[in-house]
């Protein structure tokens, strides 16, 4: 397989749900496991209602965390019932499970309820005994091998103690239950509508696949009980990734949906285009600039698409133009404000047509390579302009640029000291490929390679040993 198939093969990341009854530890561990504070802690019982998710990044691989509420047996309450459905939404998705109990209580009617859940979804389970602080916790582990779920990991969430093991376990999983989808699937453009609950998410999916009756076959998706459908546009053809517009009628249970993100996310992760369904009643809410946030830090294309246009001139009087959309969408994701806003009336089937020609328009974008001298010219003007960062005395300097790989574009600056960029310079350098090249709606990859260091820009920023890092990954130093 040659370097631009294997650079655009879209990998879908296993989604990792931490589940349990209430008051084991469950956000205390997902925040160990990211080493900040992600999810609410409280020693209050059902702290943690919605589900709180993130990607994490480990020698170059990736898979998606969630934490969720706790599972409760026999749910009495509207709370309790709303969490409840939510980790059985969860697992709908989850490729992996991590059981969390807590050890200091022993196994109470609740672990058992949830340990036969478990046993009946059929996914891959890896027990962790919570609150196993030092050896007299480690003498109570036996007991839990009568949950029937696997062998009890010790960790201490709140100490970090087998943390780092329990995160080796999850990847090593991770890793022998990846599906890696046929290069004839994966050629085709993904595009992935998302967006929150009643946004008109269906009413779009059904108009591209029903209105235009293009459907050429079902392609079975990488999450469990779900379909990715393949349509053909003006001769193009593309696969829409599993949506709410997709999904067979009768698989969401009512009130479901509220709980929409970590499908989202999902489906975000295995498309090379999200199309980010904003309502035109209430645009760029605090769950839509999470919903961005997600395509952004997985270097995915995007589309942002305001619909309802036809409710917005009923209420209105007027109609809701692109220029007057877009200032308000980039108003709000100031932090994407390359991306192209599309104005939709899905019921009306009105500007479906130009959404599907921006999405491929846009991963046409995340496939081309910047001609070499260009790039060169461009990024060595760009210098010229504005001088790079320097601390003191010391003042880092760029010698040359390359493009080393597409979906998403990357580029590697090789220079004399990378821990002296700064952010700020990243994003210029960035701006300005991407005005040179009209990289609209795509997310640009760069890297700074030099003084046996790299850093990447992005949430993957780091110091690395270059030798290790080529070691790793295979990839020797230019």
Not at 238 to 252: E, Y
Not at 387 to 403: A, H, M
Request: glycine residues 6%; hydrophobic residues 40%.
């Amino acid at each position: 397989m040659d370097s631009m198939t294997k650079d655009h093969i879209n990998h879908h990341a296993p989604v990792v749900a931490i589940v349990g009854r209430p008051n084991v530890g469950k956000s205390s561990l997902f925040n160990a496991i990211l080493r900040r504070r992600a999810a609410i802690v409280s020693d209050i019982s059902g702290t943690t209602r919605d589900r709180v998710i993130a990607a994490l990044v480990k020698d170059q691989k990736r898979i998606i965390i969630a934490d969720t509420g706790g599972l409760v047996p026999e749910p009495d309450s509207e709370i309790e019932n709303n969490i409840a459905s939510q980790v059985d939404f969860a697992l709908l998705d989850a490729d992996i499970v991590i059981f969390v109990v807590d050890v200091t209580k022993g196994i109470t009617y609740a672990d058992e309820s949830v340990a036969n859940r478990l046993r009946q979804s059929g996914i891959p389970v890896i027990l962790a005994a919570n609150k196993t602080d030092g050896k007299a916790q480690q003498l109570l582990l036996p007991e839990f091998f009568q949950l029937a779920i696997g062998e009890p990991f010790p960790v201490s969430a709140y100490h970090r103690n087998g943390v780092e093991d329990l995160i080796d376990k999850a990847f090593d999983l991770a890793q022998s239950i990846r599906e890696i989808p046929s290069t004839e699937e994966t050629m085709l453009p993904s595009f992935a509508i998302v967006g929150r609950p009643n946004v008109g998410k269906s009413s779009i999916a059904n108009s591209i696949l029903g209105k235009q009756r293009s459907i050429v076959s079902a392609v079975p998706g990488t999450t469990r009980d779900s379909l990715d459908a393949e349509f053909e546009f003006e001769g193009e053809k593309a696969v829409l990734v599993d949506t709410a517009g997709i999904r067979r009628r009768g698989s969401v249970k009512p009130g479901i949906e509220k709980y929409s993100v970590l499908r989202s996310m999902s489906a975000v992760d295995r498309s090379d285009v999200a199309i980010i369904i904003l309502d035109a009643m209430e645009i760029a809410t605090s769950q839509d600039l999470h919903i961005a946030g997600l395509a952004m830090e997985s270097f995915k294309g995007v589309v942002v698409v305001v619909n309802k246009a036809d409710i917005y001139k009923e209420t209105f009087g007027e109609e809701l133009t692109s220029r007057n959309a877009k200032r308000t969408v980039l108003n709000r994701l100031h932090f994407m404000d390359y991306v192209p806003v599309v104005v939709t009336s899905a019921l009306e089937n009105q500007g479906v047509s130009h959404m599907l020609r921006t999405a491929f328009a846009v991963y046409e974008k995340r496939l081309s390579w910047a001609p070499s001298a260009q790039l060169t010219r461009v990024v060595m003007d760009a210098i010229a302009r504005h001088l790079p960062p320097k601390e003191g005395r010391r003042v880092l300097k760029i010698y040359r640029v390359k493009q080393e790989s597409i979906a998403p574009p990357t580029f590697v600056f090789y220079c004399n000291n990378p821990s002296l960029m700064h952010f700020s310079y990243e994003r210029y350098l960035e701006n300005e490929i991407r005005k040179a090249f009209d990289y609209e709606g795509t997310h640009l990859r760069l890297e700074f390679r030099g003084k046996n260091k790299l850093h990447v820009i992005g949430g993957h920023r780091t110091g690395l040993d270059a030798k290790r890092t080529a070691r790793r990954t295979g990839r020797m130093k230019a």
